[in-house]
């Protein structure tokens, strides 16, 4: 198994450019996220899915867009990308939405905003 | 408020001595509570979970955790530090609503542990 893959692990945008960060699980997980890392502010969580065609926000969703049309895809789109969303990116997926699986994260997108 | 605390930024200890990285939660129902590792340039890994049971956990790479209720802790401890342990160390709790427990992690903000030689 792959686990949690990420694409691409760089990305350098100009402000107003969209783009989107692609997720692929191989594990059969039910459950997707997507996180972003800021210094001194931990993860925090930008949307989730529980399963194909269900999605729902996170604690920081503005300025993002997901779909999740297969189990195993769980794409990110920044619209119009901004300076503060400069960030690093994780995907992380797990077995089910309201077990205490463990959670896996992809290896992650370190996104810079011009 | 529901949320998890991470006292310190960074620890620092020399090899071979015991470690302790400190966590502590806020959370309306009982908790579950996860330790994660983060290496430089890499996604986080899972160490442990306490969800219900023997307050002390075991973990991945010799780690462990202990639970406690009364101070609403969850420090993660290895008796003997590495350098290879170096390394960024989340703590997280799963949050509750009034439905009961979400599908959320709440992480902390991380504490950087530097093993020196």
């Known amino acids: 198994n792959a686990g949690v893959t990420q694409t691409p692990k760089f990305q350098v945008l100009k402000t107003g450019q969209s783009m989107t960060l692609q997720c692929a699980q191989d594990?059969?997980?039910?459950?997707m996220s997507w996180y972003r890392q800021d210094p001194g502010m931990g993860l925090r969580l930008i949307h989730y899915?529980?399963?194909?065609?269900?999605?729902d926000q996170g604690e920081v969703p503005n300025g993002y867009n997901v779909s999740r049309s297969t189990t195993e895809d769980f794409p990110l789109r920044l619209l119009s990308a901004a300076p503060s969303q400069t960030s690093v990116y994780f995907c992380?997926?797990?077995?089910?939405?309201?077990?205490?699986?463990?959670?896996?994260f992809g290896p992650g997108t370190r996104l810079t905003v011009l | 408020a529901q949320s998890v605390a991470q006292p310190e930024d960074q620890v620092n200890v020399a090899e071979g001595n015991p470690l302790t990285v400190k966590c502590t939660y806020s959370?309306?129902?009982?908790?579950?509570l996860f330790w994660y590792v983060q290496y430089p340039n890499r996604g986080l890994q899972f160490l442990l979970k306490?969800?219900?049971?023997?307050?002390l956990v075991k973990g991945s790479y010799g780690f462990e955790a202990e639970f406690n209720k009364s101070q609403t802790s969850f420090h993660l401890k290895k008796p003997s530090a590495l350098v290879s342990d170096s390394a960024l160390y989340f703590c997280?709790?799963?949050?509750?609503?009034?439905?009961?427990?979400?599908?959320?992690?709440?992480f902390g903000t991380g504490t950087l542990l530097a093993v020196q030689p």
């Open positions: 899915s529980v399963g194909a065609g269900i999605t």
């Open positions: 594990m059969n997980h039910e459950y």
């Open positions: 306490y969800i219900t049971g023997d307050n």
């Open positions: 997280a709790v799963r949050g509750f609503n009034y439905g009961g427990a979400t599908n959320k992690l709440i």
């Open positions: 992380a997926s797990r077995k089910g939405s309201f077990s205490t699986d463990t959670q896996y």
């Open positions: 959370v309306s129902g009982n908790p579950y």
